[in-house]
């Protein structure tokens, strides 16, 4: 069976196979997030008591890592799809992006609202202009940028081209965030964020917090495709295929 | 069960983190939607203007 990838570029193509992957994501999301939470909250109560540091409010661990790591890898993906509608000029791969950002978004808000719950508890304030807190916070400026931009040009391609190339230049807080942790001196750059260091997780605790980021990866597939066929629909809507779906819905 | 809710007193704290993240992923599926629904309104009753105006 040969299977050209490249029908799927096509809006109306995509708009019916985002379709039947929507309800499959969803699945793997509820799933994930079942699994998740019963291993984050029921197998890893190990961690307190004992000589164990860790107290309660460690579980925030599972929803705050994992959405701090879709708010940057969301954004690279953000990033790709409109650099290759720059270059290759498809309707298709704008649409992706925009369609991506206010998920982005609300990673990146998540990831600092738990981080701020996280933060009281443990280092006494809920907020620091802390490297990484600070370059998380512009991340979020970024998406808002984004998509503010794309909102206040009239016209769609315009408004596609210059966002993207917005979004691109974005692209360098991603790495200022991932490695601003990683401060040689602490006398030169006040790190109050952990480092990160998977090696040194309890298994339990990674396991949960990677099926968490699963889960959150997931979803953030199920809505990106949500927000994606209506806007195929919006910008298509004059075209032979919408009005005849348009037909065949009423029908039903 | 109760040592659940309590959360070995940090409840404002875990609940808080975990509360934000199930009320913004379920209200952005919400407004998704409806946004799909109002969408097909929207277009249909387009429809409908565009048939009036050629019965004319």
């Known amino acids: ?252 | 069960m109760i040592e659940f809710f309590t959360q070995g007193g940090y409840a404002f704290f875990v609940w808080g983190a975990y509360g934000m993240v199930a009320l913004l992923l379920i209200a952005e599926v919400i407004q998704l939607r409806a946004q799909y629904r109002a969408l097909f309104v929207r277009l249909n009753r387009l429809n409908r203007m565009r048939q009036v105006d050629q019965n004319q």
């Open chain 1, 1 to 252: 069976m040969t299977l050209n990838w490249f029908k799927f570029a096509s809006p109306p193509a995509f708009y019916s196979l985002a379709g039947r992957l929507i309800p499959l994501f969803w699945g793997l999301t509820l799933i994930l997030l079942v699994v998740g939470l019963y291993w984050g909250f029921f197998q890893t109560t190990d961690q307190l008591g004992g000589g164990n540091p860790q107290k309660e409010y460690y579980r925030i661990i599972f929803i705050h890592v994992s959405s701090a790591w879709m708010s940057m890898w969301l954004y690279f993906v953000m990033v790709a799809w409109a650099a290759i509608g720059l270059v290759f000029n498809t309707r298709l791969s704008f649409m992706m992006a925009k369609a991506i950002a206010p998920t982005g978004a609300l990673f990146t808000f998540l990831a600092l609202w738990t981080g701020a719950f996280w933060g009281r508890p443990s280092w006494g304030t809920y907020w620091d202009w802390d490297p990484r807190l600070t370059s998380e916070l512009v991340l979020f400026f970024m998406y808002i940028g984004y998509m503010a931009l794309h909102s206040a040009i009239d016209d769609i391609r315009r408004a596609d081209r210059a966002s993207a190339l917005l979004a691109i230049v974005g692209l360098v807080m991603v790495p200022v965030i991932f490695w601003s942790i990683n401060c040689p001196d602490p006398n030169q750059c006040a790190a109050l964020h952990q480092r990160s260091n998977l090696t040194k997780i309890d298994g339990n605790i990674l396991f949960a917090m990677l099926t968490m980021s699963l889960a959150f990866w997931m979803y953030s597939f199920a809505t990106t495709f949500m927000r994606l066929r209506s806007l195929i629909l919006t910008r298509e809507a004059e075209s032979v295929w919408v009005q005849e779906l348009l037909i065949h819905r009423g029908e039903q």
